[in-house]
């Protein structure tokens, strides 16, 4: 596999990040890393249940945590949507790792999220829902390379291939 920098996935969620990386990461050979699940794995529990027990702010702060170990890996990385907002987690990523934006329109986002799932969706009108993405945005564009998240999943997974190895 040889030495790179790691490659951080992100994108609002739906996105296909821990697809399209799963994926990626087998075409090359290289670790995968979901932080969601290193997140899971950490607290022993998931992380609708982090949200209930403490809050956004518990939950980004063992994000953070969690972040930092992950970008000490030679790994492709698929981080949550929110994880590039806070801004300390966002300069980490871009010193340490090559970012990719999987990019899609908010509507086939929200209809590949499972709702029950994404704490961030709770309670919100879709007002607020676009508005979340529309900020996200902002910061995902800010990212090295921008995908179209609409492709399918193969071509997007050989594109973050080639970019892995370029």
Do not use: N
């Not at 709770?122 to 998240?149: I, K, M, N, T």
Request: proline content about 4%.
């Amino acid at each position: 596999m040889g030495s790179h920098r790691p490659l951080v996935l992100l994108g609002f969620m739906g996105a296909g990040k821990s697809t399209v990386g799963r994926r990626a990461a087998e075409l090359v050979g290289a670790d995968f890393l979901d932080l969601d699940q290193l997140i899971e794995g950490e607290a022993g529990r998931s992380i609708p249940d982090i949200f209930r027990a403490h809050g956004e702010a518990g939950f980004r702060s063992r994000e953070a945590a969690c972040l930092r170990d992950a970008l000490a890996e030679d790994a492709i990385v698929a981080v949550g949507g929110g994880t590039p907002m806070d801004d300390a987690s966002w300069s980490l990523m871009r010193e340490r790792a090559l970012t990719v934006w999987l990019d899609a329109p908010l509507g086939q986002l929200l209809r590949r999220a499972d709702a029950e799932t994404r704490p961030m969706l709770h309670g919100r009108s879709p007002q607020e829902v676009e508005e979340l993405y529309r900020v996200r945005a902002l910061r995902y564009g800010e990212a090295d390379h921008r995908l179209d998240g609409t492709g399918a999943v193969e071509d997007l997974a050989r594109e973050v291939a080639r970019l892995w190895d370029g």
